[in-house]
């Protein structure tokens, strides 16, 4: 079990087994017992540690401070360094596999690697956001990125190409974004912003890729949030105030819309359930729909 420093991120493998824990101002800290021991890493430990990744099979570690990026093979026995950051706070994410990573640097470009981090690809050279989080699906190809003040932004490409999610955030451009999440297939994303005044927070996920968004806890800050694998559970973290602090989790489940009713002014609508999971839908004109499942 860790003690009480100041961790800034913490990753884990696809089976949760192995785990890298970094500290702000000190060491990196490796379990390979689900967290029951801890194994400190790096002989020098007044690096400052903001983003942390592993390869789904826990092999392949990758570790981001102020000064470069840092990647092991070997479980963090030893580690290399591959990238330079320029005194950049950066945010990593990898593919199951690990070879395939996306940083973005604050106040910086997005990069992606497709070789473990041997060389790099300048992505979204043309900006120098405030990069706050980013995400990758298992296989490297769809990746999210958020920014602060800022929008949220989604490749489907592996960042070849970017789409600027202008209408996501409550606040568009002065949208305080903090953490951004992806199921291991890349569907289902979600994005946290924080309360910054006079803009609120909001929790949003999206079930298709990042086509449409329904967000929730809108006026609350919303610090932090992860998908599991598969996308099937969500946990997310907030901070209203030092007596108000909560972290949440809970299954993901999704509605489809599988038929259109259109009708004049003040058509009342009922969803009746008739049984074996089926309803049908009602209006006040004495239409019926035929019963579906949901």
């Known amino acids: 079990m860790l003690d009480s420093r100041n961790y800034t991120c913490v990753a884990a493998s696809a089976d949760g087994s192995k785990l890298i824990a970094s500290v702000e101002g000190g060491h990196l800290f490796t379990s390979a017992d689900w967290g029951g021991t801890w194994t400190e890493r790096f002989a020098d430990a007044n690096r400052n540690w903001y983003s942390v990744a592993v390869s789904g099979d826990g092999t392949k570690f990758y570790a981001v401070d102020t000064q470069s990026v840092w990647t092991s093979t070997n479980g963090g026995v030893?580690?290399?360094?591959?990238?330079?950051?320029?005194?950049?706070?950066?945010?990593?994410?990898?593919?199951?596999?690990?070879?395939?990573?996306?940083?973005?640097?604050?106040n910086g470009h997005v990069w992606t690697s497709s070789d473990s981090g041997a060389t790099w690809i300048d992505r979204l050279s043309s900006t120098f956001n405030q990069w706050q989080s980013v995400a990758s699906s298992a296989d490297g190809s769809k990746l999210a990125a958020v920014d602060s003040p800022g929008f949220l932004w989604?490749?489907?490409?592996?960042?070849?190409?970017?789409?600027?999610?202008?209408s996501v955030g409550p606040s568009g451009a002065n949208t305080s974004w903090a953490s951004v999440s992806m199921s291991s297939d890349g569907m289902r994303i979600a994005a946290s912003a924080v309360n910054s005044s006079p803009y609120p927070g909001v929790l949003t996920i999206s079930y298709d890729g990042g086509t449409s968004w329904t967000p929730t806890g809108s006026g609350t800050s919303w610090t932090a949030v992860a998908f599991a694998g598969s996308g099937s559970r969500l946990s997310a973290s907030m901070s209203n105030g030092a007596s108000n602090n909560k972290l949440y989790t809970g299954p993901v489940q999704t509605i489809t819309v599988v038929d259109t009713i259109t009708g004049v002014k003040d058509s009342a609508v009922e969803l009746v359930y008739i049984g074996s999971n089926k309803f049908a839908m009602v209006t006040n004109n004495n239409m019926t729909i035929p019963p579906h499942n949901y």
């Open 78 to 106: 030893s580690w290399t360094a591959k990238k330079s950051m320029s005194n950049h706070v950066g945010y990593i994410a990898a593919s199951s596999d690990g070879t395939k990573l996306v940083l973005a640097e604050h």
């Open 154 to 166: 989604i490749s489907s490409d592996s960042g070849a190409t970017w789409t600027q999610k202008t």
